[in-house]
Each structure stands twice: as C-alpha cells, then as structure tokens.
C-alpha cells in the first residue's frame, strides 16, 4: 500500500537558518511526488514536484529512491516561511493523491 | 485562485443528522475530490470522481456518500452525522497528467 510518512509534526528554526522538512513514502511503483503548502489564510497550493526539478521560492527537493525519501530544503529561512506543508504522492492510474500528516514549519525572528 | 468554491464555509450540527457539502468547479476540471484534515493524521481522501457518474472510494469513506450528476458539482453527504466526523472538509479539482490539485477554501464542520 502506498504511503507518506512526515516524522515531524512542528518544526521551527531562525530567519537565515537552513531548513528541511523531511518525507518517506512507501509505493510500489514508480513514485511521483509533490510539496504542498498551506499559508495562514490561504489555500493549500502546490509548491513544487520532483519532475520538474526546480526551485520555487528558494526551496528544493530531490527525490531519492534508495532512501525512498523526498526531503523538503532551503538554505536560507525566511519569516513568509511559516506555513504547514504537506508532502504528497501520485497513486498512477487512480489519480488520487496521498498526503503525509503535515508539517507545521515556524520561523522565528 | 482556481474557480472552486465550497458551501457551507461553516457549519454546526447535531449527532444524528444528515450533512451535504457542495463543491462547485468552473474550471471543467475531469477529477474530482474530498478530503479531511485532522490534526497529526494531514489530509485523508474521503472519495474522488473521475467524471460524471463515476466515484470511487478513498481511504477514510466509511460513513460518507458522494454524488457528481455534472461535471461542475460534487456533493459530499454524511447520513448520519458522528462527532468522529467533525473535521475540515477540502475540496479539490484536478486533470490527469500534471499531478497538481486545486483546492476549495475548506469547511469547516462541527458535530455535536
């Protein structure tokens, strides 16, 4: 069964530190993987995919399949920052989409 | 923001009682989805369509029906209403291929 796993539930760092927000999935097939936010008083939004490879708002993730992770970093904190993400796999031919428990990042003047 | 919209935004009920939430897309998006939010459990998929007529279940649909008589509509019902099931409901819309999801504003439901 396909699955996402986010072991932190809170995570909060200063403004200028590095971040990363870590993701393990389970699946058996060939994973496609998302970050989604959620700002305060926004809607949940994508923030990036792995297929794409590139960064959005200074932030990366690699897919690595040994380790069947797909971690969340940033260099550089910055305060619009804080938000929950949710990392989320692609179930292939069903469409569907399932998320981790969330992550709830702070960033700390 | 992607047209999707939810209703009710809010809504407070009492065990026992049956629930519709609506979600309504002008985007002619083919799927369709609800999910719940719960603290420590992140979002979980109630069900999904995948085009007039056609749904399936998610991982968490006991207790929960859905309806998509067009493409624009997607009704979440609860029967009979548990406080198990007070939670926030998203809705979302997506097309095959891109893997990205669009989603409603929430609502948020309490049961008493």
């Known amino acids: 069964a396909q699955r996402v796993t986010q072991p932190e539930k809170l995570l909060s760092v200063f403004k200028g530190a590095p971040v990363e927000l870590k993701c393990n999935y389970s699946?058996?097939?060939?994973?496609?993987l998302f970050w989604y936010v959620q700002y305060s008083r926004q809607r949940l939004q994508l923030l990036l995919r792995h297929i794409s490879r590139e960064s959005i708002k200074g932030f990366t993730a690699d897919l690595n399949k040994g380790e069947t992770s797909f971690h969340l970093k940033k260099p550089f904190a910055q305060e619009e920052d804080s938000a929950m993400y949710y990392c989320?796999?692609?179930?292939?031919?069903?469409?569907?989409?399932?998320f981790g428990q969330g992550t709830r990042l702070t960033i700390n003047p | 923001d992607a047209g999707i919209t939810q209703s009710p935004r809010h809504k407070v009920t009492e065990t026992g009682t049956p629930v519709t939430l609506r979600c309504h897309q002008t985007e002619n998006h083919r799927y369709m989805y609800w999910y719940r939010q719960d603290p420590g459990h992140g979002l979980r998929l109630i069900h999904y369509s995948y085009g007039v007529k056609d749904t399936d279940k998610g991982e968490v649909s006991d207790g929960y029906s859905v309806s998509r008589s067009k493409t624009e509509d997607f009704l979440l019902t609860l029967e009979s209403a548990t406080s198990s099931q007070t939670s926030v409901y998203f809705c979302a819309i997506g097309d095959r291929g891109t893997g990205e999801l669009f989603f409603g504003e929430g609502s948020r439901l309490t049961v008493l």
């Open positions: 989320a796999l692609m179930v292939q031919g069903a469409q569907k989409l399932v």
């Open positions: 699946y058996s097939g060939s994973p496609e």
